[in-house]
């Protein structure tokens, strides 16, 4: 049949000549789709007479078949010719330097702790620790908080599961980092200047609460530290810490574990709602402190008949809200990042005697 040949011919130069695939897509319709010539001369076979149907039925198949062969072979043809094409015209620059990465940073209570504990490194004192997990003794009965004192219900403690069966005292969250004088003299002695920075416990959550914050201990013992050594070295961290002259103000109070006791106001000044430290004559408070009473003295086994000195508890949150403006306390432990990146620290910010810290 010669109208075949002529078909192959005619849509094997088609498809040789299709620029794209979606060219190459319309012959294939135009030749094997539904409606298109091949499927229509197939479709014709049933009127053929049977001797017609006998050379034209192979010829179409062989037909069919070659144009299909061809067309798989343009589309390969196509896709390598566009991949090759893309190749040319696409390319990555690999001298770019990298995409900046957002860096992490300082969050102001590990800024402020080392703030702190370089300031009174200078003033000759060392970091002591201890652990946040306190037993009843250290937390409370070795600094003269015996099991019937108001102290302990004030502190609204969390009490540690107690083992079954166990009638011990339970442990505790510390609620203070008072624990660590104990602590720190048992282990080291007489004399000693220390601090001892950490998170301490309380159940209580509000503007200025939050169940978890962080103090720092201070403890100096010798044999003739006194009060007068205590208002010097806070008036001079002060100082240090907030970049000016601060005046500090004693007001006698209590702790079972100091005696006398003081609580200590810095001079502070309210401008539009804001705090300014150092300047005006408001007080704000920011720590408590006294003289270390002879029985935590005795329970730490130094003798209070040769050793005496200072303690005190200061809010590290406390001080880093008023240094650095940060009204609500309670976004100190909320993670959020855009707070984090606002009031967070430069890992290379590190603190400095020269220069305020
Ligand atoms: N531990 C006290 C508190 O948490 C503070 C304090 C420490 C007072 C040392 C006196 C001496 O409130």
Not at 221 to 244: C, Q, Y
Request: glycine residues 8%.
């Amino acid at each position: 049949m010669d109208g075949i040949a002529d078909l192959r011919d005619r849509y094997l130069n088609e498809i040789g000549g299709a620029a794209d695939e979606a060219t190459l897509e319309n012959v294939r319709l135009a030749a094997l789709g539904k409606k298109g010539e091949v499927s229509l001369l197939m479709r014709s076979l049933g009127k053929m007479s049977p001797e017609e149907r006998k050379t034209a039925g192979p010829a179409l198949n062989a037909l069919k078949n070659t144009l299909n062969d061809a067309i798989t072979e343009a589309k390969d043809r196509l896709a390598a010719a566009a991949l090759d094409a893309r190749l040319a015209t696409e390319w990555a620059d690999v001298t770019l330097g990298a995409r900046p990465s957002r860096q992490g940073s300082v969050h102001p209570i590990s800024q402020v702790t080392e703030e702190v504990t370089t300031i009174f490194a200078d003033l000759g004192f060392s970091v002591a620790e201890g652990p946040q997990i306190e037993t009843d003794f250290y937390n409370f009965d070795a600094l003269n908080i015996s099991p019937e004192h108001p102290a302990r219900q004030e502190m609204d403690t969390f009490y540690m599961a107690r083992a079954e069966g166990s009638n011990a005292a339970p442990n505790v969250l510390r609620t203070h980092t008072s624990p660590v004088q104990i602590r720190h003299l048992e282990a080291h002695g007489t004399p000693c200047r220390v601090i001892a920075p950490g998170r301490v416990y309380r159940s209580d959550y509000d503007q200025t609460h939050t169940p978890m914050f962080h103090q720092i201990e201070g403890l100096a013992i010798d044999r003739d530290i006194n009060m007068a050594n205590l208002k010097w070295v806070l008036e001079e961290f002060f100082s240090a810490f907030f970049g000016t002259s601060v005046k500090t103000r004693f007001r006698s109070s209590y702790f079972p574990f100091t005696e006398p006791s003081a609580e200590v106001d810095i001079q502070c000044e309210w401008v539009d709602g804001q705090v300014r430290v150092g300047q005006g004559d408001d007080w704000l408070e920011v720590l408590g402190s006294g003289m270390v009473h002879p029985k935590v003295l005795k329970a730490a086994g130094v003798d209070p008949n040769e050793w005496q000195g200072f303690a005190f508890g200061m809010g590290i949150d406390r001080i880093a809200m008023l240094k650095y403006g940060i009204p609500d306390l309670r976004a100190f432990f909320d993670s959020d990042l855009r707070w984090l990146r606002h009031y967070g620290f430069g890992a290379l910010d590190v603190p400095t005697l020269r220069g305020g810290v």
